[in-house]
């Protein structure tokens, strides 16, 4: 230890390191743990070790959890639940309410059993992973409270099973735990096997405050238990994780007919601008990508700088990375902390080789003994480098330049993740500019990093679907209200053969395909008959593809804004009320009149379905946007051809995307009727492509396709094999039973909902 005279001549920090005694005192009393399942402790079983890894020193074994602890805990929970469920809103804030005031009464023991079983610093474990899990179930009691208000109809989804990372182990916990319970679910959670002793301390508090037993229930374990979880008979999978296992996740419950929320990897930009404040971006590097040794899903990993400032800018970036302190998480002067586990630490430095010998260079980023890694940046990182696309997940960031701001943008989002987005510029028009056109979840202006209950937090692209936090998270962990009619009904097996027949001789009055706004002759050139007897074109693989290229183009339309979107849809309602008398002697007279009230009730919500602007940390105005997803694939019920089409196209356009649609496979004349009067109606070309033809296999070809961003499928039977084809991009499925589409079940704003996707913009505000 350095004498004081010392510290005065170098100015260097003394240690002050946050005292430990209490959490080992609770250690030792506690050298094993077994799982929590239905409000006691089981007997510690096989299991595994959990180390400090700044030390190595061993802190505690854990059990690794089989399928049969699974499934006890699956069964005490949905024992817990329907008793869970019929409280009063406010007998369930109580508890959440309790559970915030004991976590708040224990912050000093809970950051210091973080930060020693996490190797993070303890200045992150008690200012921010703490107080964010304190906010998280004060937040949540309150929606606990407001629920009969505030969700009216709605019911819990029943029991969710949650898997957890290591970055954020308490707060993870937290994300997960508070809305699913204050809507009324009962939980089983695994945290991740590195880090779990701070979910066993959280189940101490279960027990404490006297939450009835089976309400939230704990096992640990590694991947194995996580995929017994996966496989039991839980109602919902919410997962944080890597993009790999959110990939194993979705295949495994293809078909299940469980909700999924997925929180996976990410390579967010960071964008500096020429005229930002760039001592202000250079502290928010500092809080983006060496927060937390790097190991945060939404770190400012790329950082992009405007080519003119790049030169002052990473002359400052330098400067300030001299200054950070590596050193033990508990000392409370250290910046950097350990990182998780010598295996992350190997993956990454592994990493960072690659990409130096891809041609970056490496500024700072050396190993230190045990788990230790100073932070550091990539320089000179083109698109083609490793480290541009591969999540480093350690204090490593990359460094790219650019000149203008088309190319900002363009850089940002080459990227097959779409998490969270920084920007920083002194210009509120170029920053918005950005945010607006940047693919990402949450995007921070002038600010990095922030993290609020209020806050929809959740990505986009293979960053995951589901948001946590808010109003909108809450959405996840509910049903909406039911309506009578919404009783299942089969979606007839289509029986029209696909025999390829030929028109025969004469003129060829075989119906054409619709894409880009134009009649096509399918790729085939063949056509089979309807069950109608008419001829219509069979579409194939290739015809999907050229349709999704035409949606794709057709970017204006989210453009022009919910208003001129509403006109356009008016305009197809008169015109198809024109074309009224002709449409209902081929198809009914009912489902055409029914088609017209449909899109007048769409137009109505085009410039009506709002963002939120919710309050989180005072001087932040948080906007939470509701943004079109791109291209969305449509998958029709086969009867109801056109009242079921319009069903689906009128809400998904309404909102600003592009459809590509297979009509019902028996009768897909209704849709091309319908698309000539799309043909009249200044529906700009490509917005509205059809392709029919064999529904599943076509179906297949829109799930795999990368730029189809969303799929909506009505059927029961083919659901499994989309939901598992979509692996690929890992696209949001709405697979839902067919249903009487003439009652009022056919519409309503539940549509509305599947056709976006949430932004969450954070700007600063009357600071
Ligand atoms: P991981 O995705 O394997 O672990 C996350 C959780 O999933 C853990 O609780 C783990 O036990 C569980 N799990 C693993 N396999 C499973 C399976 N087949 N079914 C169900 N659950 C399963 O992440 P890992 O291996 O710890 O880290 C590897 C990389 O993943 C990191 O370097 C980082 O790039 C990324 N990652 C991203 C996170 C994020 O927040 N987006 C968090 C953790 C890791």
């Not at 505030?150 to 308490?170: K, R, Y």
């Not at 993290?451 to 929809?456: G, L, Q, T, V």
Request: proline fraction near 6%.
């Amino acid at each position: 230890m350095p004498t004081v005279s010392e510290i005065m001549q170098t100015m260097e920090y003394g240690p002050s390191v946050e005292d430990s005694s209490a959490v080992r005192h609770w250690l030792k009393a506690n050298p094993k743990f077994g799982h929590f399942i239905n409000g006691s402790f089981t007997k510690p079983g096989e299991g595994f070790d959990t180390s400090d890894p700044a030390t190595g020193t061993v802190l505690a074994r854990i059990s690794q959890g089989t399928a049969e602890d699974v499934d006890a805990a699956v069964k005490a929970a949905r024992r817990a639940q329907p008793k869970w469920a019929g409280l009063p809103g406010h007998e369930r804030a109580k508890y959440l309410y309790a559970i915030a005031r004991t976590i708040q009464k224990r912050e000093r023991f809970l950051s210091v059993l973080e930060s020693m079983d996490n190797g993070k610093p303890i200045r992150e474990s008690r200012d921010a992973d703490i107080p964010l899990v304190v906010r998280h179930f004060y937040h949540h009691a309150g929606w606990a409270e407001l629920m009969a208000d505030e969700f009216p109809g709605h019911s819990a989804i029943g029991v969710a099973g949650q898997i957890i990372p290591w970055n954020f182990p308490l707060l993870m916990l937290a994300w997960k735990i508070a809305p699913a319970i204050a809507a009324g679910n009962t939980v089983v959670l695994k945290p991740a096997e590195y880090t779990s002793l701070t979910a066993l301390a959280f189940a101490e508090i279960c027990q404490e405050v006297g939450l009835p037993k089976g309400v939230v229930n704990i096992v640990t374990g590694d991947g194995e238990t996580g995929a017994a979880i996966v496989a039991s008979d839980v109602d919902k999978i919410a997962f944080t994780g890597s993009t790999e296992v959110g990939r194993a996740i979705r295949a495994a419950t293809a078909g299940t007919g469980k909700r999924l929320t997925l929180e996976l990897g990410g390579k967010s930009p960071f964008i500096v601008m020429e005229d930002a404040d760039l001592d202000a971006a250079v502290e928010g590097v500092v809080d983006s990508i060496w927060f937390n040794q790097g190991q945060v899903c939404c770190a400012g990993s790329r950082i992009l700088v405007a080519e003119a400032v790049a030169e002052r800018f990473e002359a400052l970036l330098q400067r300030r990375l001299a200054t950070l302190r590596v050193g033990p998480p508990l000392d409370k002067s250290t910046d950097v902390g350990a990182i998780v586990d010598p295996v992350q630490k190997d993956r990454i430095l592994n990493l960072t080789a690659l990409a130096v010998s891809a041609g970056a260079d490496l500024i700072g980023g050396a190993p230190r003994e045990t788990c230790f890694i100073a932070p550091g940046y990539l320089r000179q990182v083109s698109p083609a480098n490793p480290a541009w696309s591969e999540e480093i997940f350690g204090p490593i960031a990359t460094l790219t330049t650019f000149r203008t701001a088309d190319e900002a943008i363009s850089l940002a989002n080459n990227s097959r993740y779409g998490l969270a987005a920084q920007i920083w510029s002194e210009s509120a028009t170029v920053a918005t500019d950005l945010a607006a056109s940047v693919k990402a979840g949450v995007v921070w202006i002038n600010g990095a990093n922030m993290f609020d209950a209020a806050a929809p937090f959740g990505g986009m692209r293979e960053s995951g679907y589901g948001r946590e936090g808010g109003r909108v998270g809450m959405l996840d962990y509910l049903n909406g209200p039911k309506l009578p009619e919404a009783k299942e009904k089969a979606s007839p097996t289509p029986k029209a053969v696909l025999d390829g027949a030929s028109a025969g001789g004469g003129i060829d009055r075989t119906e054409k395909l619709y894409i880009g706004g134009a009649q096509k002759r399918p790729d085939g050139g063949a056509s089979y008959r309807a069950a109608s007897g008419d001829l219509v074109p069979l579409g194939n693989r290739k015809d999907i593809r050229n349709a999704v290229e035409a949606a794709k183009k057709a970017t204006k339309w989210a453009a022009m804004g919910g208003h001129a979107r509403a006109q356009v849809l008016y305009f197809i309602a008169e015109n198809l009320s024109q074309r009224r008398d002709d449409l209902a002697k081929k198809h009914g007279a009912k489902p055409v009149d029914a088609a017209i009230e449909r899109l007048f009730y769409y137009a109505a919500w085009a410039d009506k379905y709002d963002g939120l602007n919710v309050q989180t940390k005072p001087n932040y105005l948080v906007n939470v946007i509701p943004e079109a997803f791109g291209t969305i694939g449509i998958v029709c019920p086969n009867d109801a051809p056109l009242l079921g089409f319009i069903s689906l196209v009128a809400p998904a356009i309404a909102m600003g995307n592009t459809v590509v649609v297979i009509p019902a496979q028996d009768d897909p004349v209704a849709a091309f009727d319908l698309a000539q009067v799309f043909d009249t109606s200044d529906l700009p070309g490509g917005v509205v492509n059809i392709v029919s033809g064999p529904k599943d296999e076509l179906a297949q070809v829109l799930a795999q396709h990368d730029d189809v961003a969303a799929l909506w499928f009505c059927g029961v039977e083919g659901a499994a094999a989309v939901e598992k084809a979509s692996t690929g991009n890992l696209k949001p499925v709405w697979s839902f039973a067919n249903r009487d589409w003439s009652k009022p079940v056919g519409q309503g704003r539940s549509y509305l909902d599947h056709a976006v996707q949430w932004k969450t913009v954070w700007l600063p505000y009357g600071a």
